[in-house]
């Protein structure tokens, strides 16, 4: 797919944040965290209060380029000439993130196996392995109201994020918000690996070891305080750019 590159016409700060969302389109594409056209990762523009990029709606997400992407406002309609779709209803989620939490530059929601498998839990995500460890405690819960299409609704998700780095929507999927790309990708990363582990514990139907909740909180802090310091993060996102560079660079046209 042919996109004429918009990157002479808009700011550099702009551009910084479509070649990091496109990657990011890519990145989910590339780990199997994809609903066929569905599911959104949003990012705030720069400068521009209250806009935001966001999927062209019917590209395939290995598809997805700096340029293709589209500029909404906070209700989801499209900001200045682009000849892709997008899909309002999508944008119901994240505009509830986007307008309460101003921390969260990135949300990212997907529909995943392992992901809904967990949400559709009574326990949700378990205490059962270090990589859940980073969410003990720090995940919120928002119960399944049917698809996303209540304006009303945007106030319970709210609510139920707090704070919190991200959200197990229940019967429906994962969800996960940062102050930059990077950061709301490693979430959705490490929460989906998260879950594929759950998953593969649970089918072995052999007892269960979890660490005690005061070892739990812990490693939950430990985390926390290594949170602080983006220098690995950037490392990470760094390697990330480089395998996508390595198999298709065109996300950055």
């Keep these: 797919m042919t996109v004429t590159s918009l990157r ?17 389109y890519r990145l989910l594409a590339h780990f199997k965290m994809t ?63 986007h307008m309460s939490r101003h921390d969260a530059a990135c949300v990212i929601h997907t529909h995943t196996r392992a992901g809904m498998a967990v949400a559709s839990l009574k326990e949700g995500l378990l205490p059962l392995n270090q990589i859940a460890l980073q969410f003990y405690g720090r995940l919120g819960i928002h119960d399944y109201e049917g698809i996303a299409l209540d304006l009303d609704e945007r106030e319970r998700i709210i609510a139920d994020l707090g704070a919190k780095c991200g959200l197990l929507l229940r019967n429906h999927g994962l ?22 582990v759950q998953v593969a514990t649970l089918s072995m139907g052999r007892d269960i070891v979890m660490p005690p909740p005061d070892v739990c909180e812990k490693v939950g802090a430990q985390y926390d305080q290594m949170n602080f310091d983006d220098g690995d993060l950037l490392l990470e996102w760094a390697a990330h750019l480089r395998m996508l560079d390595g198999i298709d660079p065109s996300y950055r046209h």
């Design 8 to 24: 002479p016409d808009i700011s550099p700060a702009e551009w910084q944040q479509r070649v990091e969302l496109a990657a990011c």
């Design 175 to 196: 969800l996960t918000v940062g102050r930059t790309v990077a950061e709301a990708f490693n979430l959705m990363f490490y929460l989906e690996r998260a879950c594929e």
């Design 35 to 97: 609903d066929l056209i569905y599911t959104h990762c949003t990012v705030r523009v720069p400068g521009e209060p209250g806009r935001f990029l966001i999927n062209p709606y019917g590209h395939r997400w290995e598809e997805i380029t700096a340029s293709s992407l589209v500029k909404i406002d906070v209700d989801g309609n499209k900001v200045g000439d682009n000849p892709y779709r997008v899909n309002p209803a999508g944008f119901t989620i994240h505009s509830a993130v």
